[in-house]
């Protein structure tokens, strides 16, 4: 079964998680400079990395998104799906003024725990409905390990 492009579905799965790591980054705006100041493990990217690897990856979650929401079968049920979705976009926003503005570094770590379950879980039922959303994420699954390396680096070398 071929699905119908819906513009204004892709568009407003493409929005929401934009709007939220923009969101997140406008309120933090201020606070990004201390990445320069503390010490960083090695392998630690540059900070021009962040924006251009999140935007990519938003971009990424709004097109599983879209693809989850379009897939029709009344047999599915999407709420799970749904439900982590929105749980991961929450942990994400979350994690952004507890790292950067409170610098609460172990807490934001263990909020990328719980944002990294979110994403497998997320992941999982998205397999179930569209194995090419799930697979999407992928990248989003390995960038949150990295991020989660380079959190728990910060924390134990300052």
Known sequence: MILKFNLKKFIVSLLIPLAVGGLSALITKDDMDIYKDVIRP??????????????????????????????????????????????????????????????????????????????????VSYYKISKPAAFLQIPYLLWLLFAGYLNMGIYLLN
């Open 42 to 123: 090695p392998l630690s990217p540059p900070s021009i990395v962040f924006p251009i690897a999140w935007s990519i990856l938003y971009i990424l979650m709004g097109i599983s998104f879209y693809l989850v929401w379009q897939k029709e079968d009344k047999y599915l049920d999407k709420t799970k799906a749904y439900l982590f979705f929105v749980s991961g976009l929450i942990f994400n926003f979350l994690w952004t003024p507890i790292f950067f503005s409170a610098k609460l570094y172990l807490m934001a770590f263990f909020i990328l725990l719980f944002l990294l379950s979110s994403v497998i879980l997320m992941i």
